[in-house]
C-alpha cells in the first residue's frame, strides 16, 4: 500500500485515479515487454511512470490515435530541438516526421 493510492496489479493508482506503472523501460526480452505493455493496457489507456524523469504512456490503439489528431491541445511539437516530445530517450535524437510536426508544419 503507498500512501497516495492502493496497490493494483504492480501499479499504484494515485488520487487522480491515474495508474503509476513501473519498469516499462528497463531493458528486457521482447515477451517480457509485450507482457509490461499488456498490463498497462489493461490498467487505463493512459498510465505515468517516473521512469526517464516522469512520462505519461497512452497505452491503446485508439487513444493513441485521437491524441495525434488532437494536435491542438496535446501538441508533439518538440520543446528542446535536441530532444524528442514523444520517444524517450536520454540523448539527442533526429526530428521524428510526421509524428513531432504539428499542423500546419
Known sequence: MHEDG???AGARLERVGAP????????CPRADSDVRWA???????VVY??????????????????AFRDWERLSSARTDPALS???PTAGPV??????ELDPPD
Open 6 to 8: 492502493d496497490q493494483v
Open 39 to 45: 498490463r498497462a493496457r489493461a490498467l487505463a489507456p
Open 49 to 66: 511512470t517516473e521512469e526517464l524523469g516522469g512520462l505519461w504512456l497512452v497505452t491503446r490503439y485508439d487513444e493513441v490515435r485521437d
Open 85 to 87: 516530445s514523444i520517444s
Open 94 to 99: 533526429p526530428l521524428l516526421v510526421p509524428e
Open 20 to 27: 503509476v506503472v513501473t519498469d516499462m523501460f528497463t531493458t
